[in-house]
T-cell receptor
Framework: GENVEQHPSTLSVQEGDSAVIKCTYS??????FPWYKQELGKRPQLIID?????GEKKDQRIAVTLNKTAKHFSLHITETQPEDSAVYFC?????????????FGGGTRVLVKP | NAGVTQTPKFRVLKTGQSMTLLCAQD?????MYWYRQDPGMGLRLIHY???????AKGEVPDGYNVSRLKKQNFLLGLESAAPSQTSVYFC?????????????FGPGTRLLVL
């Protein structure tokens, strides 16, 4: 089955700096790659996603890039703010053929220092 | 529109006791999922359902059973709880339409097995 690895496990940045989280996946049939943000004690919430027919997607300070050949995708957060402190999870899915199941990475705890 | 709700929010069980966790969604989603999240780890899929009356095993199904008698509800049962099942349980749902893979999560159920 699909295996998703996520690095780093923790990331500390100064407010205003950029943060980058990287994930690799094993199943070349994966075609949907969401990123979730989870604040302490809360539910995971989707912040951005990308499909395999797109190489990059941006939404304000957040961007995701996908390299299908290398089977890796990354989350980029620019101009980080204290409210960006949370745990971020990447995931991969082969879509409807497998019930839209998601395989999650292990998470990255991001701390933005003021 | 409440989205995805879970009951109970928190429960303490003794080893060997049984319980049922309830997930309900009001978005008319076909697909529903149960995950567990252990400290410092990502989410792992326990069971999922692609429609009313259907269930399938995920990554970590042992010790759990599920039922989807109504489209809007997905029940997770623990027949004989073990300390290893201490975790936070999240339910999620998604649509089955093309391009609608986003999973929406419930607030979670925190379970402690003594």
């Amino acid at each position: 089955g699909e295996n998703v690895e996520q690095h780093p496990s923790t990331l500390s940045v100064q407010e205003g700096d950029s943060a980058v989280i990287k994930c690799t996946y094993s199943d070349s049939a994966s075609n949907y790659f969401p990123w979730y943000k989870q604040e302490l004690g809360k539910r995971p919430q989707l912040i951005i996603d990308i499909r395999s027919n797109v190489g990059e997607k941006k939404d304000q300070r957040i961007a995701v890039t996908l390299n299908k050949t290398a089977k890796h995708f990354s989350l980029h957060i620019t101009e980080t703010q204290p409210e960006d402190s949370a745990v971020y999870f990447c995931a991969a899915s082969i879509g409807k053929a497998a019930g839209n199941k998601l395989t999650f990475g292990g998470g990255t705890r991001v701390l933005v220092k003021p | 529109n409440a989205g995805v709700t879970q009951t109970p929010k928190f429960r303490v069980l003794k080893t060997g006791q049984s319980m049922t966790l309830l997930c309900a969604q009001d978005m008319n989603h076909e697909y529903m999922y149960w995950y567990r999240q252990d400290p410092g780890m990502g989410l792992r899929l326990i069971h999922y359902s692609v429609g009313e009356g259907t269930t399938a095993k995920g990554e970590v199904p042992d010790g759990y059973n599920v039922s989807r008698l109504k489209k809007q509800n997905f029940l997770l049962g623990l027949e004989s709880a073990a300390p290893s099942q201490t975790s936070v349980y999240f339910c999620a749902s998604s649509s089955h339409g093309g391009g609608s893979e986003t999973q929406y999560f419930g607030p979670g159920t925190r379970l402690l097995v003594l």
